[in-house]
């Protein structure tokens, strides 16, 4: 069933605008989760969650990308009214007459709220949260892109490390071993902080 609810364009703006604050090189990757009830909506992106009020006609949880959020926000603006009606679906999302289509938009989605990252996370502490979650839940959590783009960062390292300690007789492998003995130390000590 759609999820449907009214709410001001200015409050939708200002929600938009706080969760892409800081994303840097994830804005366009970042996804957000939305769980709208009948007087309020809130707006999960990792590490930043806001809420707005809303006159919650159909209530339900959906997930779209952040570039599609950004997109409504800035289309909500150009109507001539200080209220707007959105409508969910799956694969596409609706302000009156507009409408816009992705198969990343779904219905259904609400990620642990237990679980999450600093819009800023260290590179450590991402791989970390990697570490303790399997391939489902990083899914879940909306997090996929960040653990994927700090593995290929990790990697660049350990390569770059590598060539430059060759000469000392410290191999890839050593290297990768000591990295990924850190990536355990942070994976258990986030894992402390989310059961405290």
């Known amino acids: 069933m759609p999820i449907e609810f009214k709410t001001r364009v200015a409050d ?25 009830s009948e ?13 707005i009020p809303v006159h919650g006609t159909s209530p339900g949880t959906a997930r779209l990308p952040l570039p599609v959020l950004k997109m409504i926000a800035s289309t909500a603006g150009t109507f001539k009214s200080k209220e707007i009606t959105l409508v969910i679906e799956d694969g596409a999302i609706k302000i009156g007459s507009f409408k816009h289509r992705n198969p990343e938009i779904r219905l259904g989605s609400l990620p642990d709220q237990r679980i999450d990252l600093p819009v800023d996370a260290s590179l450590l502490d991402t791989l970390g949260i990697g570490a303790i979650l399997g391939e489902a839940t990083i899914e879940e959590q909306g997090l996929t892109n960040r653990i994927l783009e700090a593995w290929e960062k990790a990697n660049r390292a350990i390569t770059s490390a590598a060539g430059t300690l060759a000469d000392l007789g410290v191999s890839e492998q050593q290297i990768r071993e000591l990295v990924e003995q850190q990536v355990e130390a942070s994976g258990k000590r986030l894992q402390k902080a989310f059961k405290g």
């Open 12 to 36: 939708m703006k200002n929600a938009t605008k706080q969760l892409l604050v800081n994303r840097g090189q994830f804005k366009d990757t970042d996804i957000a989760d939305l769980l709208v």
């Open 39 to 51: 007087c309020v909506a809130t707006f999960r992106a990792v590490g930043t969650t806001t809420e």
